[in-house]
């Protein structure tokens, strides 16, 4: 059988009519999406298929979104006999992958990241802190240049995604400085992002405080197979660990790119995208160009993955 990597897309892959043809495609899908409606007490289906962009991109809905979307897509596979060897999701992702692992519940994994998005939103002064993503810099020369950025002006890695790739995020008037000195200092490019805050930064420990009360009452497992988190880059089982990993993770930098790294080392067959666009086979390029991907997304990507997968080897 062939050995696969799960990975699951975090905020900011969000589009309307996401999930949309999966629904009308598998009963599986159709009865998640009622089942997080009525969890959730609100049409999140009717807001992923019909918009508008706008409230879908509200990080209270863009999260359950995503994460609904990946996990019904992953409930098809699991039904075609698809087992990962291990998963791992981007920021929010990392949620899809612990209930891809049988970590977390369905639908108590909808409700949880429903309240993580709005203590999220609710944790900094709109406006007021942001996030940019610094092309053709290195961590050490980014870490370098931010050393000296606190109060006022905080700013942190929050984001290493791959080779020259990697996301800061602070206040706002500390990351518009930043970006000057990151650009004096050879970086290709600094985009600034559309976000409604510094996530991933020292500037949502408020939220990850409240956030641990809610976690607290969740119900974790262990996990299935490894889930390696965002914080450490490491695989994860122990339900108490995946628990305080989960609280840090909000305030504390997505170690992509070592992930992916671990996972070529892990000499899997293939890393399959599981979710809302092609973000995160895209990074998998950067970091090992000739690793066989796959971004399943729609009854036809799902197939193809689908064909591949029961071939022999």
């Known amino acids: 059988m062939k050995r696969i990597a799960c990975v699951f897309p975090g905020q900011g892959s969000q589009e309307v009519g996401m999930g949309k043809a999966m629904y009308e ?13 009525e969890a959730l007490g609100y ?15 509200k990080t209270e809905n863009a999260q359950p979104a995503l994460l609904l979307n990946s996990i019904a897509i992953q409930r098809v596979l699991q039904q075609e006999g698809v087992a990962p060897a291990m998963t791992a999701g981007h920021s929010l992702g990392e949620y899809s992958a612990l209930v891809a692992a049988g970590a977390l ?11 993580r998005g709005k203590l999220m939103e609710e944790a900094y002064p709109t406006g007021l802190g942001t996030m940019a993503a610094v092309l053709g810099l290195s961590q050490e020369e980014i870490e370098e240049v931010l050393r000296d950025f606190d109060g006022e002006s905080a700013v942190d890695l929050a984001n290493i995604n791959c080779p020259g790739q990697i996301v800061i995020s602070g206040t ?5 400085k930043a970006s000057e000195q990151l650009s004096e200092a050879g970086a290709k490019r600094v985009l600034p992002l559309n976000v409604s805050g510094p996530f991933h930064s020292r500037l949502m420990k408020s939220a990850s405080d409240d956030f641990a009360d809610h976690l607290s009452e969740t119900t974790i497992h262990d ?14 089982t122990d339900a108490e660990e995946i628990e305080k990993l989960l609280v840090e993770q909000l305030y504390s930098p997505v170690r992509f790119h070592q992930i992916l790294e671990a996972f070529v080392e892990e000499d899997v067959d293939a890393i399959v995208e599981v979710g809302q666009g092609k973000v995160l086979s895209g990074l998998v390029r950067k970091v090992k160009r000739r690793m066989k991907t796959f971004s399943v997304q729609d009854p036809e990507t799902l197939q193809a993955f689908i064909d591949w997968y029961k071939e022999e080897s």
């Open 223 to 236: 996990a299935n197979v490894p889930v390696y988190a965002n914080v450490t880059a490491a695989p994860v």
């Open 25 to 37: 495609a598998y009963p599986a899908v159709k009865q998640l999406f009622d089942e997080a409606d």
């Open 172 to 176: 706002k008037e500390g990351v518009d």
């Open 105 to 115: 519940d369905p639908m108590e994994a909808v409700q949880l990241v429903h309240v």
């Open 43 to 57: 049409s999140l289906t009717r807001l992923m298929f019909e918009g508008p962009s706008e409230e879908l991109t």
